[in-house]
Every structure is written in C-alpha cells, then in structure tokens.
C-alpha cells in the first residue's frame, strides 16, 4: 500500500469520525482506495510476467530450424572443398530438409540455397562415381 494511498484512507476515517460521511460512503470509498490498489498491484503482475516471457523469447531467438539451417550452411560450404564419397553433400541435405520443415524463419534463404547446393553436391558426385567405375582402367582385356 502506497503512501497516497493510506493518506486518503485516513482522510475517510476522518471524515466518517465528523459525521460528514455515513458508514455506507465510507465502505464504498474505501473499497475504490482497496480495489484501485488491487488494479494496480495487477497491472504490475502482467507487466513483470509479459517482461519475463518476452525476455525468455529475445534470449532464445533461434529456433530449431535456424539452428539447423547454420549447420547446413556449414556442412555444406566443407562440402564444397572437402567430399569423402559425397557424405557431406548427403547430410547438408538432410540438414537443410530439417531446418526447411522446422520453420526456419531468420536462415531460410540459407536453408533453401544449401539444399540446391547439396542436391548439386550429390549429383556431381554420383556422376564421379559412375564414371569412375565405368573407365576402362587398361587392364588386360585387350591383348
């Protein structure tokens, strides 16, 4: 309770002890003083509440799928200069797939180009590997 607040408190009590306010004028007066206080401690109550979520929010302002779009874009772009057999392209896929269906909101331009990138990725390399295995190495077939 404010110092305002008890200070008009008094004043009714004083003015119900001169005979100036009847007992009904005086619960009813006294009632706004409590209730108006009530108001305000409940006003407070939803401000700290709407501060603490909407600091929780700012403090975790990645969700899944942007997570999961940085570590796309990161596989993907070791993929580019470094590919053992085309794993990296496959799981910049993977990566990029998740973070597109997790709803990436802030990385979504990096998810969808790391996707094309991988598919890219594992085209070009499926194309090594075929023509690779389909070379004639010169071994000795043709004597």
């Known amino acids: 309770m404010t110092d305002e607040e008890i200070d008009k408190l008094q004043k009714l009590q004083e003015l119900k002890e001169n005979g100036i306010l009847s007992q009904e004028e005086f619960d009813k007066e006294k009632d706004k003083i409590l209730n108006q206080q009530q108001t305000n401690y409940s006003k407070n109550?939803?401000?700290?509440?709407?501060?603490?979520?909407?600091?929780?929010?700012?403090?975790?302002?990645?969700?899944?799928?942007?997570?999961?779009?940085?570590?796309?874009?990161?596989?993907?772009?070791?993929?580019?200069i470094i590919n053992p057999f085309g794993i990296l392209g496959i799981l910049g896929l993977v990566y990029s797939i998740m973070a597109l269906s997790n709803n990436a909101e802030k990385e979504k331009g990096w998810a969808?180009?790391?996707?094309?990138?991988?598919?890219?990725?594992?085209?070009?390399?499926?194309?090594?590997?075929v023509g690779i295995m389909s070379e004639d190495t010169g071994s000795s077939y043709y004597y």
């Open 112 to 129: 969808t180009t790391c996707l094309i990138i991988s598919i890219i990725e594992i085209i070009f390399w499926f194309i090594v590997f």
């Open 45 to 80: 109550v939803n401000a700290i509440q709407y501060n603490n979520s909407y600091n929780e929010n700012a403090s975790y302002s990645e969700n899944k799928g942007d997570k999961y779009a940085k570590t796309a874009r990161i596989i993907t772009g070791i993929g580019l």
